[in-house]
């Protein structure tokens, strides 16, 4: 059975940090791309960040550009988005996902086939 499960999330302060990981068994993730997206209440699901499954390539949100890094650790089939200078807008739930028939992961996030379940990140103001 084919899981993701992130971890990490929680409540900071505006200006604070958090790093969030993604767990991934079941199949062979570190030949896959993944990435992490988020949703806020009320909002369509937004792209956060990618890295191809070398690790080599990495892309980001305009909004999380210099603030984010996403890295993985294919030996552990774990990806990780390290979150700093967190501000009240990143609050949502992060998902991490990832594609199995692609090299890289579209921001839509329509060619991810798997998914994890999510985790809250609140920052306060």
């Known amino acids: 059975q084919v899981q993701m499960v992130e971890s990490g999330g929680g409540l900071v302060q505006a200006g604070g940090s958090l790093r969030l990981s993604c767990v991934a068994s079941?199949?062979?993730?570190?030949?896959?791309?993944m990435g992490w997206f988020r949703q806020a209440p009320g909002k369509e699901r937004e792209f956060v960040a990618g890295i191809s499954w070398t690790g080599g390539s990495t892309s980001y949100a305009d909004s999380v550009k210099g603030r984010f890094t996403i890295s993985r650790d294919n030996a552990k089939n774990t990806v990780y988005l390290q979150m700093n200078s967190l501000k009240p807008e990143d609050t949502a739930v992060y998902y991490c996902?990832?594609?199995?028939?692609?090299?890289?992961?579209?921001?839509?996030?329509?060619?991810?086939?798997?998914w994890g379940q999510g985790t809250q990140v609140f920052v306060s103001s």
């Open positions: 996902a990832a594609a199995s028939g692609s090299r890289w992961i579209e921001t839509s996030g329509l060619n991810c086939d798997y």
């Open positions: 079941g199949r062979t993730f570190s030949i896959y791309p």
